[in-house]
């Protein structure tokens, strides 16, 4: 079956950078776009980062973009996150995910950033 397995969270302070892994298995990797979302305490999930199958292509929210940075590495079955100048307001547990008939999701990795 699928499993995503994030891991890379923890606390920060403000200005400060993390790098989240998700580990993927039980499907084609290569085949499938990743996309990243988060979710802070008493808001709505969001996306914050996609990248298609190839990785030739990313999108992201407005407000992570020039500060985060999505890669993959299709030989490892792996997406990353790279988040930089970190704010408080990126505070949030954040989870990969994609699209196989249904979103699949991982069980997240919470990200703190401290003022």
């Known amino acids: 079956q699928v499993q995503l397995v994030e891991s890379g969270g923890g606390l920060v302070q403000s200005g400060g950078s993390l790098r989240l892994s998700c580990a993927a298995s039980?499907?084609?990797?290569?085949?499938?776009?990743m996309s990243w979302y988060r979710q802070a305490p008493g808001k709505e999930r969001e996306l914050v980062a996609r990248?298609?199958?190839?990785?030739?292509?990313?999108n992201y929210a407005d407000s992570v973009k020039g500060r985060f940075t999505i890669s993959r590495d299709n030989a490892k079955n792996t997406v990353y996150l790279q988040m930089n100048s970190l704010k408080p307001e990126d505070t949030a547990v954040y989870s990969c995910?994609?699209?196989?008939?249904?979103?699949?999701w991982g069980q997240g990795t919470q990200v703190i950033v401290s003022s």
């Open positions: 995910s994609t699209f196989i008939g249904t979103r699949q």
């Open positions: 039980g499907f084609t990797f290569s085949r499938y776009a």
């Open positions: 990248i298609i199958s190839t990785g030739g292509a990313t």
